[in-house]
């Protein structure tokens, strides 16, 4: 007998009870329920793999595969490109990888490995890849079993501390791209960052406090609350600064810290933004940093030097152009040591950047080999904090 008009299909079955499922199951349930998923949808084997906190490797979300390199592997490129790849295996099996993105932000991979991969494999591979990235994300945040995963040392309080304030790594839509990287991922001591969206606005910031320790991490985090608080309540620059500024005094009146609060319009590209006696952005076009494009007078920083000097906070403005990337850094990028000593400095940053930046890469991806290529200089040995947030506008 057939079935009755308007009746859920076996495939439309199958998955309203993966997602019932998934909205329970522990975090290392999930790759069992995907693979259960798959085998009733005749995909073969499926494998999960979540990007490790530098962004260097892929680790199996399961226990059995190997570690693969995002450099180096051809589920590397799926993760670096965000498109589909396909490998060819023993026998002639075909692994096909696809990139785990929740939104923009890109967590991981999946690989699908079968004898055949047509379009209809294909696209049952994707919808799996979306579920996925949203359970992923969804649960990371009520679960140490992630973190573990992607982690490879242990790591130090002030960084625990301020990770857990942080927002994802990247976020946007399909006007702007704001995309972040923190180093050392595991010695964190006073940089932060942090960026949402609006229906029409992109709010960015980035801190640095003094020092290297406990009270630093204490000290941004308050400046992180305090911004935060007041961006929510609807507050705009320079009452924002102010707000930040009043918090910082209250409850950390010896402290103090840089950093820059960002105001990006999504439909005409204006660019506003307070500089708190940090190093000024720097203004990326056509694959060139303009010079001095973004440098403005300098004003103190948020803490006890602004109190003293009675600090009236200006509002700086640019004019971007699609296509603009904006970029902005803490002190200790340009103040690492080269292998001979010298300080790296702004022109070394600058070449840095043009290199990672030619190749057309998506900002993610271009921060990525961006800090990479900073570290690998350094022997992944910094003295510092050395934080890179990337703004692109993409109307």
């Known amino acids: 007998m057939s079935s009755q008009p308007g009746a859920p299909g076996p495939g439309e079955q199958l998955l309203e009870q993966l997602l019932a499922d998934v909205h329970t199951a522990a975090a290392l349930e999930l790759p069992a329920l995907v693979q259960e998923f798959a085998e009733a949808m005749a995909l073969g084997r499926i494998d999960v793999y979540l990007v490790d906190i530098q962004q260097r490797t892929l680790v199996p979300l399961a226990d059995g595969p190997s570690t693969l390199c995002v450099d180096t592997s051809v589920a590397g490129s799926a993760y670096r490109a965000h498109e589909l790849r396909v490998e060819e295996g023993p026998h002639g099996r075909l692994t096909a990888w696809l990139p785990l993105i929740d939104g923009v932000e890109r967590l991981g991979v999946i690989g699908t490995t079968a004898p055949v991969l047509d379009g209809t494999a294909l ?19 009520s679960s140490d079993s992630f973190a573990r995963r992607t982690r490879s040392e242990v790591m130090q309080l002030p960084a625990e501390m301020l990770r857990a304030f942080l927002p994802p790594r990247t976020v946007g839509n399909s006007h702007v791209v704001s995309t972040a990287v923190l180093e050392p991922a595991y010695e964190l001591g006073g940089d932060a960052f942090d960026h949402s969206l609006t229906a029409s606005t992109l709010h960015v910031a980035i801190l640095d406090a003094m020092g290297h320790n406990l009270a630093s991490g204490l000290t941004t985090a308050v400046a992180l609350a305090g911004c935060r608080n007041a961006r929510r309540a609807g507050i705009e620059l320079p009452s924002l600064v102010e707000k930040i500024q009043e918090a910082m005094a209250q409850w950390l009146p010896e402290q103090f810290c840089t950093g820059i609060l960002v105001q990006l319009d999504l439909s005409s590209g204006l660019l506003r933004w307070c500089n708190c006696g940090h190093p000024p952005p720097l203004l990326i076009r056509d694959h060139r940093v303009l010079d001095r494009a973004l440098e403005r007078p300098p004003q103190p920083p948020i803490g006890t030097p602004a109190s003293l000097a009675a600090v009236e906070w200006r509002v700086h403005e640019e004019q971007l152009r699609p296509g603009d990337r904006v970029l902005m850094y803490t002190d200790g990028v340009t103040e690492l040591r080269t292998r001979d000593g010298d300080e790296f400095g702004l022109d070394r940053f600058v070449d840095s950047i043009i290199r990672a930046t030619a190749a057309g890469e998506p900002a993610p991806e271009a921060l990525r080999q961006l800090i990479h290529s900073i570290l690998d200089r350094q022997e992944n040995q910094l003295r510092d904090d050395a934080t890179l947030l990337l703004l692109e506008w993409r109307p």
């Open 123 to 141: 696209r049952r591979c994707r919808m799996l890849a979306s579920i996925l990235a949203m359970a992923i994300t969804s649960k990371r945040a």
